[in-house]
């Protein structure tokens, strides 16, 4: 990655022992924060690092600010089943203790694990850009049929992972590979060449948080948002076109309900990975939620 004279790219370890990737412009003090979580289900690390690089240059290079992006809630995840609400207290905790007190940007890009966290920390937001928080459903459907049947699902894909994770030659299905592709399979083939070698490279951590999402999207994220009472934080609520149905867009829009002063906005061409499919399209919102 190439990185601009103007701006510089490093990384810290936070006290709870997390990694955090940092950019800011050199020689010059930080006006303002975006806080970056990014933890998309099933996809490395090493496939998301372009898409940030190029959108924290961007936003370095038009308002002097500091972007700072975790990638995990926490080093040596369990493999048995972590509780969402025990996940979520270690990532405040992580966040508490970055280095920027004043008011920040959050954009949180974790599927929606870490979605409810904007509520204790909204007295410190400028701000929010959620994508494609998926799994929260209403109370009807936690009890219905299809519900069980997502749930075996999840919980069958959560036992796939844990199973790749002591086996680096075990490929994870074509299911996980969440994009569009346009019908290409050409496309498709190449993508899935790219993450079978980027997932086979990554370490525990990625195996473990993947399965712990789809463990936690059974119940757990819904559990943690259906309580809490309207947010008026500005926000952009940023969902692929082309998402499941019950997962993502109807997730997004009880969010939208949850939020009333946030914008909901579809992301073409993508059905999940948009770091892939139209990174181009998350740049431009996060940087017209900091023009306002």
């Known amino acids: 990655l190439q990185t601009p004279e103007s701006m510089s790219h490093s990384t810290f370890t936070a006290a709870t022992g997390v990694p955090v990737h940092v950019w800011e412009p050199k020689g010059i003090k930080a006006t303002t924060c975006i806080v970056i979580l990014s933890m998309p289900i099933t996809l490395p690390t090493s496939m998301q690092m372009s898409c940030w690089h190029d959108l924290a240059g961007a936003a370095v290079e038009e308002f002097d600010c500091k972007v700072m992006m975790v990638t995990t809630g926490g080093n040596h995840l369990p493999r048995s089943s972590l509780p969402l609400q025990d996940f979520l207290a270690d990532l405040l905790v992580l966040i508490q203790d970055l280095p920027w007190k004043e008011p920040f940007l959050l954009v949180d890009n974790t599927t929606g694990a870490a979605t409810s966290v904007l509520w204790p920390l909204r007295s410190r937001l400028l701000g929010a850009l959620v994508i494609n928080a998926a799994g929260y459903y209403s109370e009807e459907f936690l ?71 789809y463990q936690w999207a059974i119940s757990e994220k819904t559990e943690a948002l259906m309580s809490l009472p309207e947010l008026t934080v500005t926000a952009t609520l940023a969902c692929s076109k082309h998402g499941p149905t019950i997962i993502l867009t109807e997730a997004m829009r009880k969010l939208h309900a949850l939020l009333p002063n946030s914008r909901l906005v579809h992301i073409e061409d993508s059905k999940c990975w948009w770091e892939i499919e139209n990174p181009g399209f998350v740049k431009q919102e996060l940087l017209g939620l900091l023009r306002t």
């Open 143 to 213: 009890g219905s049929v299809a519900s069980q049947k997502l749930a075996k699902v999840c919980q069958q894909r959560a036992h796939e992972l844990l199973q790749a994770e002591g086996d680096p030659h075990v490929i994870v299905a074509d299911h996980d590979i969440t994009m569009r592709c346009a019908g290409s399979p050409r496309l498709f083939a190449e993508v899935h060449q790219q993450w079978a070698t980027a997932a086979t490279a990554s370490d525990v951590e990625f195996w473990r948080q993947s399965a712990a999402q």
